[in-house]
Nanobody, 115 residues
C-alpha cells in the first residue's frame, strides 16, 4: 500500500526551476512532520527541507534562499519549490513523513540539472 506519492521531477537546465509534490493519505499527513531528502550518486541521503504541522520550516544550508517547502492541508500534499537550480542539486529526491512512532518514505523522484 503506497502511502506517499511523489511527482514533479525531471530534467532542467542550470538556473531553472522545478516543483516537487508529495501526496499523502490524510491520516499520515495530519499527524506528521513532512520532509524532503535527496541522495546523489555515491553520496549519503541528506535532509533538504522539513516542515512541521504548525508550519515551521528548516532548510539545509546548501538550499537556503533557493528552495521553499510548503504543505497544503486541504490536499494532504507537501511541495518543494526549487529555484536557481545547480548541477549539484542533481539527485533522487525522497519525501518523508514521520511522527514519534512511524516513518514513511516515498519512492523517490529523479531531478537532473544539466549545465
Amino acid at each position: 500500500q503506497v502511502q506517499l506519492v511523489e511527482s514533479g521531477g525531471g530534467l532542467v537546465q542550470t538556473g531553472g526551476s522545478l516543483r516537487l509534490s508529495c501526496a499523502a493519505s490524510g491520516t499520515i499527513f495530519s499527524a506528521s512532520t513532512m520532509a524532503w531528502y535527496r541522495q546523489a550518486p555515491g553520496k549519503q541521503r541528506e535532509l533538504v527541507a522539513s516542515i512541521i504541522r504548525g508550519g515551521t520550516t528548516n532548510y539545509a544550508d546548501s538550499v537556503k534562499g533557493r528552495f521553499t517547502i510548503s504543505r497544503d492541508s486541504a490536499k494532504n500534499t507537501v511541495y518543494l519549490f526549487m529555484n536557481s537550480l545547480k548541477s549539484e542539486d542533481t539527485a533522487i529526491y525522497y519525501c518523508k513523513a514521520f511522527s514519534l512512532t512511524k516513518i514513511y518514505w516515498g519512492q523517490g523522484t529523479q531531478v537532473t540539472v544539466s549545465s
